[in-house]
C-alpha cells in the first residue's frame, strides 16, 4: 500500500529537549516536505527536499533542521524544541512541486 | 516568496446549494494551484489542481477557475452534500526555471454544510 508513515504520532515533551520526527514514504517520490499546522493559520512549509542531500528552506524554517541521506526518508530535527513549536506537523511527498502532495498521518507536538 | 489570501474563513451553506471559495496569490510567476481538503482529525487530501495554461477544470461536483491576469482562483462545490463539510485549502507554487519553490498555502475555509 502506497504510503507516508510519520513516527511518533503523538509527542509532549520539555523545552530544549531534543527530539526527532521521523517520516518515511514507500512510493519513490523525489519530493518530500515538512509543513506545521496552527489554527487559523493554515499549512505552512518548514523545510522541503527535491532529491539525496537536496534539501531547502521553506517559510518558518527557523528551530528546525532536516537531512535527506535516503530517498524514502526524511526526518524533522528539533534540536533545543521551545514552546512555541508546539503544533501539529505533517509530512508529505510527490513526484514534484506540480504533482499530488500526499500527507502523512500528522504528529501532535506539544512543548511544555 | 508567494503570498496566497484566502476567503471566507468560514462559509455556511444549506444542503443542496452551491459553495465558492477564492483566493489570491502575489507572484505572477505561479504556475500551479492546487486544492485540499481536510475533514476533521484528518490529513490533508488533494480534491483538483489546475495549472496555469488551463483557465477551468471540472470534476463532477467540483470545479476550480483559475484568472491568471487579475492572480485569483476559485473552488466551486455544486450540490452541495454533508460529506462536502470541512476545511478547504487553497494553495500555489511559483515556478523559478530549475530552482525548487515551495508550496505555499492558502489560511483554509471551513466549510459548513447545513441540513
Known amino acids: 500500500e502506497a504510503q507516508v508513515t510519520q513516527n511518533p504520532r503523538y509527542l509532549i515533551t520539555v523545552t530544549g529537549k531534543k527530539l526527532t520526527v521521523t517520516c518515511s514514504q514507500n512510493?519513490?517520490?523525489?519530493?518530500m516536505s515538512w509543513y506545521r499546522q496552527d489554527p487559523g493559520l493554515g499549512l505552512r512549509q518548514i523545510y522541503y527536499s527535491m532529491n539525496v542531500e537536496v534539501t531547502d528552506k521553506g517559510d518558518v524554517p527557523e528551530g528546525y533542521k532536516v537531512s535527506r541521506k535516503e530517498k524514502r526518508n526524511f526526518p524533522l530535527i528539533l534540536e533545543s524544541p521551545s514552546p512555541n513549536q508546539t503544533s501539529l506537523y505533517f509530512c508529505a511527498s510527490s513526484l514534484s512541486p506540480h504533482y499530488e502532495q500526499y500527507f502523512g498521518p500528522g504528529t501532535r507536538l506539544t512543548v511544555t | 516568496g508567494e503570498n496566497v489570501e484566502q476567503h471566507p474563513s468560514t462559509l455556511s451553506v444549506q444542503e443542496g446549494d452551491s459553495a465558492v471559495i477564492k483566493c489570491t496569490y502575489s507572484?505572477?510567476?505561479?504556475?500551479?494551484f492546487p486544492w485540499y481538503k481536510q475533514e476533521l482529525g484528518k490529513r490533508p487530501q488533494l480534491i483538483i489542481d489546475i495549472r496555469s495554461n488551463v483557465g477551468e477544470k471540472k470534476d463532477q461536483r467540483i470545479a476550480v477557475t483559475l484568472n491568471k491576469t487579475a492572480k485569483h482562483f476559485s473552488l466551486h462545490i455544486t450540490e452541495t452534500q454533508p460529506e462536502d463539510s470541512a476545511v478547504y485549502f487553497c494553495?500555489?507554487?511559483?515556478?523559478?526555471?530549475?530552482?525548487?519553490?515551495?508550496?505555499?498555502f492558502g489560511k483554509g475555509t471551513h466549510l459548513i454544510i447545513q441540513p
Open positions: 507572484d505572477s510567476a505561479s504556475n500551479y
Open positions: 512510493m519513490n517520490h523525489e519530493y
Open positions: 494553495a500555489a507554487r511559483p515556478y523559478s526555471g530549475g530552482g525548487a519553490d515551495g508550496l505555499t
